[in-house]
Every structure is written in structure tokens, then in C-alpha cells.
T-cell receptor, first 111, second 111 residues
Framework: DVKVTQSSRYLVKRTGEKVFLECVQD?????MFWYRQDPGLGLRLIYF???????EKGDIPEGYSVSREKKERFSLILESASTNQTSMYLC??????????FGSGTRLTVV | ELKVEQNPLFLSMQEGKNYTIYCNYS?????LYWYRQDPGKSLESLFV?????AVKQEGRLMASLDTKARLSTLHITAAVHDLSATYFC???????????FGTGTRLKVLA
């Protein structure tokens, strides 16, 4: 089975801190995605990547950046965390059209 | 812009009953996915539907896709408590491997 691992399940950070969320997949998938999930707003795409060193903005990229230096790893960076970035962050990977595999999620609280 | 709507948003049903969740989407797509999410957990893949008329079944759940009507259904047969969860459909924006998720249907099966 494909495994997508997110480095932290729960994270508490202070306003203004730089925050790194790490995601690693072990099945050589080309496509990787970062979503955030908020009550009443559903899942919204932040950034995605189809290949190493390649990134594209999703629907809500403001305040975030990403890095994909190796195929298996896709990092989400909050440059200066703010309270409105408190959310559940979900990483996913996929191979062609065969559907996403999600990581276990990181619940981030910014205080 | 692709929009994905699910209904109902909330569903409370008795064990043993049948029900259907509907997923409508606004633009052409041949690929639709169903996911399950338990409280506090990430999303788990249920079904991958890749063509018009596709039907998949797993246990008490059956999913179908009508691309001409832009409609997918998730049918629950003889519900049991273990099916209590939130169910999401997701539609791929044509040729991009990016998904737009529905709002989710929170299902509660009462004993």
C-alpha cells in the first residue's frame, strides 16, 4: 500500500513563526498536493506539484509556499504564521488518474 | 469554474435502512472519486470512477457515475453503525489530476 506520511499530527506555533509541514510518500508518485480543511469550507487546494522542483498554485496559496526538492517529499511552508492559518492540513499523492492517497493530517494551531 | 455539490449535507438514518447520497458537478469530467472521513482522521479512498456508467461496489456501499447528467450516487444498503462517517465526492478538473471536493455528507447511523 502507498503510504503518505506527515511529520506531525498536532502542532502549536506562535504568530509570526515560520512553519514547515513535511510530507513524504513511498510509492514514486509524480503528483503531490496540499489541502487545508476547515469546518464549513471543506477541502481547499493550497499548492500542488507534478514533478521535482515544479509547483503550481491552488485556490488559496496566499501566505504559503512549497518546496519539492526530491520526488518523495513535498513541504508546505507558512512564511509567517497567522491565526487564520489554524486548520487541518492534508497532504496527498497520486499516480495518474488512480485517486489520491492522503496522509494522516496535521492539525496546526497558531496562537 | 468547477463546482461540486453534495446532498444531503447531514443524514441520520436507522440501521437496516437504505439511502443514497448525491454528488452533482458543474462541468465536464470523466473522473470522480469517493472518500470517507472519520472524526479527527484523514480521508480514506472508497471508490474510483473513471468512465460514464462506471459502477463499483464494496460491502454495503455502491457508487455509480453518469457523466452526461454530471451526477454520481453513493448508495447505502442496510446501513450499520460502522458506516457513520463523513463522505466526500471529488471531481477531477479535466486532465489536471487536481480535485475539487464536495461539501461532504455527514452520515449518522442510529442503532
Amino acid at each position: 500500500d502507498v503510504k503518505v506520511t506527515q511529520s506531525s499530527r498536532y502542532l502549536v506555533k506562535r504568530t509570526g513563526e515560520k512553519v514547515f509541514l513535511e510530507c513524504v510518500q513511498d510509492m514514486d508518485h509524480e503528483n503531490m498536493f496540499w489541502y487545508r480543511q476547515d469546518p464549513g469550507l471543506g477541502l481547499r487546494l493550497i499548492y500542488f506539484s507534478y514533478d521535482v522542483k515544479m509547483k503550481e498554485k491552488g485556490d488559496i496559496p496566499e501566505g504559503y509556499s512549497v518546496s519539492r526538492e526530491k520526488k518523495e517529499r513535498f513541504s508546505l511552508i507558512l512564511e509567517s504564521a497567522s491565526t487564520n492559518q489554524t486548520s487541518m492540513y492534508l497532504c496527498a499523492s497520486s499516480l495518474l488518474q488512480y485517486g489520491y492517497t492522503f496522509g494522516s493530517g496535521t492539525r496546526l494551531t497558531v496562537v | 469554474e468547477l463546482k461540486v455539490e453534495q446532498n444531503p449535507l447531514f443524514l441520520s438514518m436507522q440501521e437496516g435502512k437504505n439511502y443514497t447520497i448525491y454528488c452533482n458537478y458543474s462541468t465536464t469530467s470523466d473522473r470522480l472519486y469517493w472518500y470517507r472521513q472519520d472524526p479527527g482522521k484523514s480521508l480514506e479512498s472508497l471508490f474510483v470512477l473513471l468512465s460514464n456508467g462506471a459502477v463499483k461496489q464494496e460491502g454495503r456501499l455502491m457508487a455509480s457515475l453518469d457523466t452526461k447528467a454530471r451526477l454520481s450516487t453513493l448508495h447505502i444498503t442496510a446501513a450499520v453503525h460502522d458506516l457513520s462517517a463523513t463522505y466526500f465526492c471529488a471531481v477531477e478538473t479535466s486532465g489536471t489530476y487536481k480535485y475539487i471536493f464536495g461539501t461532504g455528507t455527514r452520515l449518522k447511523v442510529l442503532a
